[in-house]
């Protein structure tokens, strides 16, 4: 079997992958819905709950104008694809307390480093990472909750070396989310990127770890990517699979 073969077979298997959804225009297919886990929740304690003060959400905006929603890896030969799943696009507004919020940079790495490198979503580059910033000290924001602010982590690239392109593509639904968090309209918007995997400097088998958040805070990614096993791994996997089919068709 050829290694792009095993790899893509490794990608469906860790990924999850379904057809159906047809995320166009894209670069690679996800699966049949552009949401997942990271729907309506947030890996924070948050004092007032997700989308709701002193986060935005005052005043019947609702936290499902500033809902994360959903994220995606997948990897083959040559290239890695992240799609990231928002309402709101690159910025969203707060009428409320006069604020406009960025979608943060996405940030990723080994254990070692989880910050290492950085897709800088406004100018569609990846960077290796030498500092980054905390969320933005704006009105409606969590800075001022010094927990929260410190387990966000970072948000953007201040100083690092910019290594590569990472094209990007946004695509836009209208009304697509099937449960926003009221008075949420449920727009959702898609942002993917797609780069060479020579930019940044990972053996395929460790871990990577991605993390992204709003400019305000109040809402979070951590995502896993568990690594590619080695093309022997998976045939020793599918072998393993046939034996199990054989024993049961011996009962």
């Known amino acids: 079997m050829k290694r792009s073969t095993i790899l893509a077979l490794t990608v469906l298997f860790l990924v999850n992958i379904?057809?159906?959804?047809g995320w166009?225009?894209?670069?690679?297919?996800?699966?049949?819905?552009?949401?997942?886990?990271n729907n309506n929740t947030a890996p924070i304690d948050y004092p007032y709950g997700i989308g709701t003060m002193p986060s935005p959400g005052v005043l019947g905006e609702?936290?499902?104008?500033?809902?994360?929603e959903g994220f995606f890896v997948a990897f083959d030969d040559d290239f890695m694809y992240v799609?990231?799943?928002?309402?709101?696009?690159?910025?969203?507004?707060?009428?409320?307390?006069?604020s406009t919020y960025e979608q943060g940079d996405i940030f990723f790495g080994t254990a070692d480093n989880t910050s290492a490198f950085a897709i800088?979503?406004?100018?569609?580059?990846?960077y290796g990472v030498d500092q980054w910033r905390h969320i933005d000290d704006v009105a409606g924001s969590y800075y001022d909750d010094v927990t929260i602010r410190n387990r966000v982590g970072a948000f953007k690239v201040v100083a690092g070396n910019a290594l590569g392109s990472a094209n990007q593509v946004h695509t836009f639904w209208d009304d697509l989310e099937p449960n926003p968090l009221a008075p949420g309209d449920g727009d959702t918007h898609v942002l993917e990127w797609k780069i060479?995997?020579?930019?940044?400097?990972?053996?395929?088998?460790?871990?990577?770890?991605f993390h992204t958040t709003l400019g305000?805070?109040?809402?979070?990614?951590?995502?896993?990517?568990?690594?590619?096993?080695?093309?022997?791994?998976?045939?020793?996997?599918g072998l393993g699979l046939c034996g199990v089919g054989f024993l049961k068709r011996r009962k």
């Open 24 to 37: 166009t225009p894209g670069y690679y297919d996800f699966g049949d819905t552009p949401f997942d886990a």
């Open 216 to 237: 305000c805070g109040n809402d979070l990614i951590e995502y896993t990517f568990p690594g590619i096993p080695e093309p022997g791994t998976m045939m020793l996997f």
């Open 83 to 98: 799609a990231l799943t928002n309402s709101f696009g690159l910025t969203v507004t707060s009428t409320a307390w006069g």
């Open 196 to 209: 060479d995997r020579d930019l940044f400097n990972w053996d395929g088998n460790s871990s990577l770890f």
């Open 62 to 68: 609702g936290g499902e104008k500033f809902d994360e």
């Open 120 to 126: 800088n979503v406004n100018e569609g580059a990846l």
């Open 18 to 21: 379904a057809s159906g959804f």
